[in-house]
Antibody, heavy 120, light 111 residues
Framework: QVTLKESGPALVKPTQTLTLTCTFS??????????LTWIRQRPGKALEWLAR???????FYRRPLKTRLTISKGRSKNQVVLTMTDMDPADTATYFC????????????WGQGLLVTVSS | QSVLTQPPSVSGAPGQRVTISCTGS?????????VHWYKQFPGTAPQLVIY???NRPSGVPDRFSGSRSGTSASLVITGLRADDDGDYYC???????????FGGGTKLTVL
């Protein structure tokens, strides 16, 4: 059974750096073709794909946010970390991690999501 | 404004059929990229209900069906049930944005 779970702070201040961790089980990111992504949902807005990391450590970012985002594999082989710098109240959102597999263009498993509020 | 356009809301009585539309463009559906559909209850993770236009993941009932033609796609739910209530999102890939894109979501209300 594939499971994913996001963890991190529920509240950050403007200009701070957000660090989120996705802890997953039921699959190995080291498996050829496996990919893990971060997606967010701002209040009242559509879902937005943010970043992706592949089994071979390739990384990809949403163009407008590229300079602020870093996705990496965590210290544990079942974790992926997303950092977003210079947080703004407009970044208040529920952040999800989701699995994507090479050849598929859909997200077949999602974490429950983590609401992050940016406020002073 | 979302790259994929969905109606904000649809409704239907139990047992009825509803259709949720999703309109894209030449850089997503028109470029040959498939549509995928997710259902989301408030405060929970989206759940894949249709992938690659018309395929159902294991566990999704055959009351759910999907199609894509040109730059438009549709999700059809027949035999509406109370637990179909929720938000539905379409999703594709956009080659001009190099980005996975979502519709703005459609709130389905079962009357």
């Amino acid at each position: 059974q594939v499971t994913l779970k996001e963890s991190g702070p529920a509240l950050v201040k403007p200009t701070q750096t957000l660090t989120l961790t996705c802890t997953f089980s039921g699959f190995a990111l080291s498996t050829t073709g496996m990919r893990l992504t971060w997606i967010r949902q701002r209040p009242g807005k559509a879902l937005e794909w943010l970043a992706r990391i592949d089994w071979d450590d390739d990384t990809f970012y949403r163009r407008p946010l590229k300079t602020r985002l870093t996705i990496s594999k965590g210290r544990s082989k079942n974790q992926v970390v997303l950092t977003m710098t210079d947080m703004d109240p407009a970044d208040t959102a529920t952040y999800f991690c989701a699995r994507l597999r090479e050849g598929d263009y859909f997200f077949d498993s999602w974490g429950q999501g983590l609401l992050v509020t940016v406020s002073s | 404004q979302s790259v994929l356009t969905q109606p904000p809301s649809v409704s239907g009585a139990p047992g009825q059929r509803v259709t949720i539309s999703c309109t894209g463009s030449g850089s997503n559906f028109g470029a040959g990229y498939d549509v995928h559909w997710y259902k989301q209850f408030p405060g929970t993770a989206p759940q894949l209900v249709i992938y690659a236009n018309s395929n159902r993941p294991s566990g999704v009932p055959d009351r759910f069906s999907g199609s894509r033609s040109g730059t438009s796609a549709s999700l059809v739910i027949t035999g509406l049930r109370a637990d179909d209530d929720g938000d539905y999102y379409c999703q594709s890939y956009d080659t001009s944005l190099s980005d996975w894109v979502f519709g703005g979501g459609t709130k389905l209300t079962v009357l």
